[in-house]
């Protein structure tokens, strides 16, 4: 896995890096409070007197660099899976190249092939600690799994031929490799070097037969003797080959497809499934023809003939039991005439057939036995079937086939991931009080018997704070996980589509709905761990305010609507053909309709829409279980026939008891506590008189008519940044056309294009511009007018334009006025302005220290102690970072898509500026704590990772490390504290990413272990065996068959050998510990042992070389012995 580590590079920079796109500018972009253009401008500081020189900031660039940790949930697009019996371990493959190792719960690995080609199948090398992977361009590799990253230790490619099946004899150091030609090769796992050992098909096959048998599907020895190879090719034909005489023992033909072959564990017998649904067991005493025949889902024709034909049966397993009947397993096979039926795994056993229906289609599936010994009852105890979108495992052992409940976090996708939030170090007791209110929704029929798949070893490492991800979904509902020690875990789900009436189709009437399929999908998430308080906003323009309770409640469920559509008048403008760099209401509506499926505009019967919400809200009491419930519903309405905006923006504050959302039209503010609107404001009136571009309001209103747009109007505009991170991504039928990296950079130029006419030195491009949305917004006590001289609450509201305004908010002197007295709010008249749509929002003491919001302490609403419920509310504010007061002056942090600045306030002056980028913009950025310090976070949308020291934003770190391939990245990457971040990496999977130092150096005792030392269980009758099947004798018959000395060397232009990056030395440094000291102790053995073995084989080789030259002269001189010298 590679490390970027740009020490000493970075730190200290204070000017811009040429031709940089991530670092530095010159420029602070003007606009009002902005200070001198340098990253660090001379002259003063306002008249607060800066302390600038006094704030020593900690971090530096030795405390950055960036690796990822671990990735979660289901392999996306699966494509093989392999099973170790003996180190109890699971390896799935994927389309993408990919590899996911599972052992026990917090021993999960993941590794990637560098070519991205499809993994076509794996196998362990039993209790080795290696896995092959052949892969679909033709390559095999070899991986080490004895260190904690596994790494390939050879790579063979093969030039010639296509590979379609492996094979490797339990024990053996050769692996049989079947191709699409017919041939079958052999490779030594050591050296990873063809032998000149082949099997052509032309050899295999009868000389009388004129078709080409096909590519070989199957391949396997015989559990009766280790000499004999079972090839079976697609077009029917198995020949059992003598791999001693280099001939075939028996051919068995069949006119339907081979698709699978498995052995009875005698070795008298085998079993094919075909494409006609058929099943036929094979005796090797009579090959002519089948010793039975089977269609098990076929219907069975009253005249006697053959049963119908079915689909084809993929896979079977047959798995023999001592004191039972044997286990006949496959997958597929149904009748053609129930199209509707899912797909399925069948287990017979006896006369009993049980169907287990799946939700998605099969991938693969291996039976789990007690044995990895070929020749000895099977015992199967479970099957692990692997499907395109899930992991599951029957207990075999119960006669109603019960699946295990799964320990991995691999329902991440149950419906498609929207958003995601990541929140470490946070209050301790939260993981078990969410874990509390979830386990009591946790399913049952689950097998009692422990998950089978437990090999591996893992310790909670050295990082103990609690960590928390919260995913919201296309279907309204939002997880919980504990992410702590880099494992993920479910604590509690909550659907948030309860709250709403179910949309009942078929009516004829008009639906209010802007969104059609997934109405329910969430956008935005914001939580305050401190107070418990939860807020959502949803793709239908409403938010949602959850409060916690350990306590069910029945409740109406109190709800508001508002108004919040602003449009101003039209500018006649010389400039046509310049695209105004908003979408505006026309042109926004066709967005949703991009990412969201279909949308409903202006009501064509009736009336116009106006004032109604989008969706319905529950008017009857509601059964709320324990965990988050609905205190306030608040719903965007259509407006004079055109529909609500989506939210671009949400904060919430449980101190002041107010939610704040915005969209492209403007701002709301609403008390949750008194359930009331307390501002519906356009974007426009917010500034008064201070409108840097003094636009006017349109009168009368005119009613616009939606156009057809197209997809680059989706995103051309920086504004669209929060809005598109925010968008549902929520169709899986294909529909999310933002997915295609081709899209996205079109994107992408279209954003950049548009931004540069917007920020052209003339403001004529922003006059005409009739939507300024609302992209960041942050409750704070800080200094809302120039030169206050004490801190109020306020409300920062950050705008597409990269204008920033502070909303004062005066809140009633007391508790009980609280309750009554209304919560007074107005525009300050405050406006700072940065280049690009503003991010996020920070604040600073004069200290340095990060100023956290006031929050309101947990208390349960529905607590059943009376003191509980009269408790005052106990409000936290802030706490100076050192013993004397606040100090007269904070520093404000504000970071837009483009640059970053630091204000000192009250005196507004900005003190910093930093240009983060000329080429690009950010798509997240967030102030978050490192090594009791803190700093600025940001992600580009050209993939580079940057942090910068605060207040000073001094370059630490830029890596371009991401490459945003796709929307879901910009959707879904956030930071968090103690250095860490994720992103959901495909569909299906988070990835989790650190850029603390600290933490990829402590990376290794984090990770578990896939390799720990075994005993490789004995084998029964072992003296009976060997003398009967050949036993171990057998694997020097393959050295001497497959051996450079009798096989000769294989053509070099078949196959290319390329050694690999994971050689014994990176083993060598890779575990620690006591494992690792055994895992190196045991290497140590093998490789003696190994070199012992073949000096024992060069001494043999010597001995028998000398005894028959011995013999020969003996020969040669008793010939001659008594002929004259003439009879020469």
């Known amino acids: 896995m590679k490390k970027f580590n740009f020490r000493k590079v970075l730190d200290g920079l204070t000017a811009s890096s040429p031709g940089g796109s991530s670092s530095g500018g010159s420029s602070s972009g003007?606009?009002?409070?902005?200070?001198?253009?340098?990253?660090?401008?001379?002259?003063?500081?306002?008249?607060?007197?800066?302390?600038?020189?006094?704030?020593?900031?900690?971090?530096s660039s030795d405390y950055f660099q960036i690796c990822k940790t671990v990735r979660h949930g289901f392999p996306y697009l699966p494509t093989a899976l392999a099973f170790d019996p003996v180190q109890k371990i699971l390896a799935v493959g994927t389309r993408t190249g990919a590899i996911r190792i599972l052992g026990r719960p917090g021993v999960d690995c993941y590794c990637q092939h560098e070519s991205g080609a499809a993994v076509l199948q794996l196998q362990f090398l039993i209790n080795e600690g290696a896995l092959v992977s052949a892969s679909a361009d033709d390559t095999l590799h070899l991986w080490n799994l004895r260190q904690k990253r596994p790494a390939i230790l050879h790579s063979l490619k093969f030039n010639r031929e296509r590979i379609t099946y492996c094979h490797l004899p339990f024990q053996s150091k050769w692996l049989y490799v079947g191709t699409e030609r017919g041939n079958t090769h052999i490779v030594n796992i050591?050296?990873?070097?063809?032998?000149?050992?082949?099997?052509?098909?032309?050899?295999?096959?009868?000389?009388?037969?004129?078709?080409?048998?096909?590519?070989?599907?199957?391949?396997?020895?015989?559990?009766?003797?280790?000499?004999?190879?079972?090839?079976?090719?697609?077009?029917?034909?198995?020949?059992?080959?003598?791999?001693?005489?280099?001939?075939?023992?028996?051919?068995?033909?069949?006119?339907?497809?081979?698709?699978?072959v498995d052995w009875h564990h005698e070795g008298k017998q085998f079993m094919c499934s075909h494409s006609d649904g058929s099943l036929t067991?094979?005796?090797?005493?009579?090959?002519?023809?089948?010793?039975?025949?089977?269609?098990?889902?076929?219907?069975?024709?009253?005249?006697?003939?053959?049963?119908?034909s079915c689909k084809p049966?993929?896979?079977?397993?047959?798995?023999?039991?001592?004191?039972?009947?044997?286990?006949?397993?496959?997958?597929?096979?149904?009748?053609?005439?129930?199209?509707?039926?899912?797909?399925?795994?069948?287990?017979?056993?006896?006369k009993a057939i049980t169907v287990l229906e799946m939700d998605h289609p099969i991938v693969d599936f291996l039976t789990l036995c007690e044995t990895p010994y070929p020749n000895e009852f099977q015992e199967p105890y479970a099957v692990v079937v692997l499907l395109e979108k899930d992991l599951i495992v029957v207990d075999l052992t119960q006669s109603n086939f019960p699946i295990f409940e799964n320990p991995y976090p691999i329902d991440i996708h149950e419906s498609p991931v929207t958003c995601t939030e990541y929140f470490a170090d946070c209050p301790p007791d939260l993981i078990p009080v969410l874990y509390s209110v979830g386990a009591k929704h946790k399913k049952q029929g689950y097998s009692n018997k422990e998950w089978p798949i437990s090999g591996g070893a893992w310790n909670l490492g050295t990082q103990t704070y609690p960590e928390i991800i919260i995913t919201g979904h296309a279907d309204g509902s939002i997880k919980f996980w504990d992410a702590s020690a880099i494992t993920l875990q479910m604590l509690y789900k909550l659907k948030t589509s309860k709250v709403f009436e179910k949309q009942k189709l078929g009516e004829g009437k008009p639906t209010a709905e802007i969104v059609e399929e997934d109405p329910f999908a969430i956008q935005m998430m914001y939580w305050c761990p401190e107070s418990r308080i939860f807020c959502v906003a949803g793709v239908s323009a409403y938010v949602i305010v959850y409060r916690f309770s350990k306590h069910e409640v029945n409740t109406e469920i109190v709800s508001l609507e508002v108004r919040l559509q602003y449009d101003v008048e039209d500018i006649i403008t010389p400039e046509p053909e310049i695209i105004p760099p908003f979408p505006d209401a026309s042109s926004q509506l066709p967005s949703l309709k991009s990412l969201s499926g279909s949308t409903n505009t202006v009501a064509c019967e009736g009336t116009m829409k106006d004032s109604i919400p989008c969706l319905s809200v529950k008017t009857r009491p509601v059964r709320m279980p324990p965990g988050y419930q609905a205190e306030l519903v608040i719903q965007l309405v259509w407006v004079d026939g055109e529909p609500p905006q989506q939210i671009t923006s949400l904060a919430v504050n449980s101190a002041y008891g107010l939610v704040a959302f915005g969209n492209c039209n403007g701002l709301a503010v609403v008390d949750f506590m008194q359930k009331t609107v307390l501002l519906s404001m356009g974007t426009i009136d917010l500034y008064g008189s201070s409108d840097p571009y003094q636009r006017q309001p349109r009168s009368p209103r005119k009613n616009k008519q939606p156009s057809p747009t197209g997809l680059t109007e989706l995103t051309d505009s920086p504004v669209s940044l929060e809005l598109e991170r925010c968008k549902s991504p929520t169709s899986?039928?294909?529909?999310?056309?933002?997915?295609?990296?081709?899209?996205?950079?079109?994107?992408?130029?279209?954003?950049?294009?548009?931004?540069?006419?917007?920020?052209?030195?003339?403001?004529?491009?922003?006059?005409?511009?009739?939507?300024?949305?609302?992209t960041a917004l942050y409750f704070m006590e800080t200094f809302s007018r120039k030169n206050d001289s004490t801190v109020s609450p306020c409300l920062w509201v950050g705008t597409g334009l990269g204008m920033v305004l502070i909303i004062s908010l005066n809140l009633p002197a007391t508790e009980e006025l609280r309750q009554t007295e209304?919560?007074?709010?107005?525009?300050?008249?405050?406006?700072?302005?940065?280049?690009?749509?503003?991010?996020?929002?920070?604040?600073?003491?004069?200290?340095?220290?990060?100023?956290?919001?006031?929050?309101?302490v947990w208390r349960d609403p529905n607590s059943i102690d009376d003191s509980e419920k009269t408790r005052k509310r106990k409000l936290v504010m802030y706490s100076p970072s050192s013993s004397q007061d606040m100090g007269d002056h904070q520093f404000a942090v504000i970071c837009s898509e483009k640059q970053a600045k630091v204000f000192s306030l009250p005196s507004q002056t900005c003190l910093y500026v930093h240009n983060i980028t000329?080429?690009?913009?950010?798509?997240?950025?967030?102030?978050?704590?490192?090594?009791?310090?803190?700093?600025?976070?940001?992600?580009?949308?050209?993939?580079?990772?940057?942090?910068?020291?605060?207040?000073?934003?001094?370059?630490?770190?830029?890596?371009?490390?991401?490459?945003?391939?796709?929307?879901?990245?910009?959707?879904?990457?956030?930071?968090?504290?103690?250095?860490?971040?994720?992103?959901l990496s495909s569909p299906t999977e988070i990835q989790r990413l650190t850029y603390s130092q600290e933490m990829c150096d402590n990376l290794q005792d984090m990770l578990g272990d896939l390799f720990t030392p075994v005993e490789t269980p004995e084998a029964q009758n072992r003296g009976f065996l060997k003398g009967l099947f050949g036993g171990s004798g057998q694997t020097f018959d393959r050295e001497e068959l497959f051996g450079e000395a009798s096989a000769g060397k294989a053509s070099r232009s078949l196959a290319q050998h390329i050694p690999g990056s994971g050689g014994i030395e990176g083993m060598k440094g890779a575990a620690g510990g006591v494992i690792g000291?055994?895992?190196?102790?045991?290497?140590?053995?093998?490789?003696?042992?190994?070199?012992?073995?073949?000096?024992?084989?060069?001494?043999?080789?010597?001995?028998?070389?000398?005894?028959?030259?011995?013999?020969?002269?003996?020969?040669?001189?008793?010939?001659?012995?008594?002929?004259?010298w003439y009879q020469f």
């Open 313 to 350: 049966i993929l896979k079977v397993e047959y798995k023999t039991c001592k004191s039972s009947e044997p286990f006949i397993i496959f997958s597929g096979g149904l009748s053609y005439d129930k199209a509707c039926r899912r797909p399925s795994l069948t287990i017979m056993h006896g």
């Open 1077 to 1124: 000291d055994l895992a190196r102790a045991r290497l140590a053995l093998d490789e003696r042992g190994q070199r012992l073995g073949e000096l024992d084989e060069k001494t043999a080789s010597m001995m028998a070389s000398a005894e028959a030259f011995s013999k020969h002269a003996h020969e040669l001189m008793l010939k001659y012995k008594d002929k004259k």
């Open 30 to 59: 003007g606009g009002i409070g902005a200070g001198s253009g340098s990253v660090h401008p001379g002259g003063t500081a306002g008249a607060a007197g800066t302390p600038r020189d006094e704030i020593q900031e900690i971090l």
């Open 732 to 774: 899986v039928k294909g529909s999310r056309k933002l997915s295609l990296p081709t899209d996205l950079k079109t994107d992408l130029e279209n954003r950049e294009n548009t931004f540069s006419r917007s920020r052209s030195s003339s403001v004529s491009s922003i006059d005409k511009e009739s939507k300024e949305a609302i």
């Open 190 to 260: 050591e050296s990873f070097i063809l032998s000149g050992y082949v099997i052509m098909w032309n050899k295999a096959i009868e000389l009388s037969t004129k078709t080409h048998p096909g590519p070989v599907v199957h391949l396997s020895d015989s559990p009766r003797d280790e000499g004999k190879l079972l090839i079976g090719y697609e077009n029917g034909t198995v020949v059992l080959w003598d791999l001693r005489s280099k001939r075939a023992d028996l051919r068995v033909y069949y006119d339907e497809a081979i698709h699978s």
């Open 281 to 308: 067991l094979w005796n090797l005493k009579s090959p002519s023809r089948p010793f039975q025949i089977t269609i098990p889902h076929g219907k069975i024709q009253r005249d006697g003939k053959k049963p119908e």
């Open 822 to 856: 209304p919560v007074m709010v107005s525009p300050s008249g405050t406006v700072l302005t940065l280049k690009g749509a503003v991010l996020t929002f920070s604040c600073l003491d004069c200290m340095g220290a990060l100023i956290h919001p006031p929050y309101e």
């Open 918 to 983: 000329e080429t690009s913009f950010l798509l997240r950025a967030d102030v978050v704590t490192l090594c009791n310090s803190i700093c600025l976070a940001c992600f580009c949308a050209n993939g580079h990772i940057m942090t910068m020291s605060l207040p000073s934003l001094r370059p630490m770190l830029d890596v371009n490390y991401l490459p945003v391939t796709d929307m879901r990245i910009a959707r879904t990457f956030c930071f968090t504290n103690e250095g860490q971040a994720l992103y």
